[in-house]
């Protein structure tokens, strides 16, 4: 029964932010704030029911939903959708939920077609420096989504009369930023565990190394902006190879690679 109801709360909340995004990309069209209001009520909808999920799924697995790959997705798309909804609070724009909740629905729908069964936790991975790991490399993550949808934004409005993208380029900087620390605790975290468990900080599979070279991306990017003055046009294309990055890192190594790294990084 429980299983049953985990499984409509899934597709409803897939349903919901589906939704909204429609409903985002007619507030986008029409130019039309009451829209774009009604697409984040929408989208908050979905949300809370994300959390409902994360809650029930925690409950019934007896661990934080981290551990199989539909957990781990099925996370990374609500951490995605909770750092939207930080950054439409500060920034109330139309444009940004109409790229960046594709990303949040491309995720859910690969978790979808995920085996959803509930797997033991074993003992090595129930350590909370290892959950500390994952949940800031998630988030890392999830804010450099937030410099994707930017930047792509930012290149769709570049030399459109009557358009001022700079705010896009702005909210790129900020999301890399804190992209950037996360993903940093998370490979220091990461590294600790990995030799307290087994004696070696750093291996150097297919995992790790990419990412380390999504972190190098990373840097690359505020060094660019910082040292070199690097705006608009270039910085959001070398926004958009981070991103490629990290889908290569927990999407393409897991099906391409071999490694010792599960789905959960």
């Not at 109801?5 to 597709?11: G, S």
């Not at 989208?43 to 809650?55: D, E, Q, R, S, V």
């Not at 077609?113 to 988030?139: A, D, N, Y």
């Not at 468990?197 to 990017?221: C, H, M, N, R």
Request: net charge positive; with cysteine.
């Amino acid at each position: 029964m429980a299983e049953q109801f985990e499984l409509v709360l899934f597709y409803s909340v897939l349903g919901i932010y589906l939704g909204a995004w429609l409903t985002h990309l007619q507030g986008w069209r029409r130019n039309s704030n009451t829209w774009t209001r009604a697409a984040n009520r929408v989208l908050w909808t979905g949300f809370l029911l994300h959390f409902l999920l994360l809650f029930l799924r925690t409950g019934r697995a007896g661990h934080v939903p981290l551990l199989t790959a539909f957990e781990f997705v099925n996370s990374f798309a609500f951490l995605v959708i909770l750092v939207f909804l930080l950054f439409a609070r500060r920034e109330h724009n139309r444009m940004l939920g109409v790229f960046l909740l594709p990303v949040g629905l491309g995720l859910m729908l690969y978790a979808a077609f995920m085996s959803k069964r509930i797997e033991p936790e074993i003992p090595i991975f129930s350590s909370l420096l290892l959950k500390f790991h994952v949940l800031t490399t998630l988030i890392g993550y999830a804010a450099w989504a937030i410099t994707f949808a930017a930047s792509v934004s930012y290149l769709y409005l570049e030399g459109k009369q009557k358009t001022n993208p700079r705010m896009f380029d702005l909210m790129a900087y900020r999301g890399a930023f804190y992209a950037f620390c996360f993903l940093t605790l998370g490979i220091i975290s990461g590294a600790l565990w990995a030799d307290r468990v087994f004696g070696q900080l750093w291996f150097w599979d297919p995992k790790e190394t990419w990412s380390f070279i999504t972190w190098l991306i990373f840097l690359a990017y505020l060094h660019a902006r910082y040292t070199l003055d690097w705006r608009g046009r270039r910085a959001a294309v070398l926004a958009i190879i981070g991103f490629a990055a990290v889908l290569f890192t927990y999407v393409g190594v897991d099906f391409l690679l071999p490694q010792i790294h599960g789905m959960q990084g």
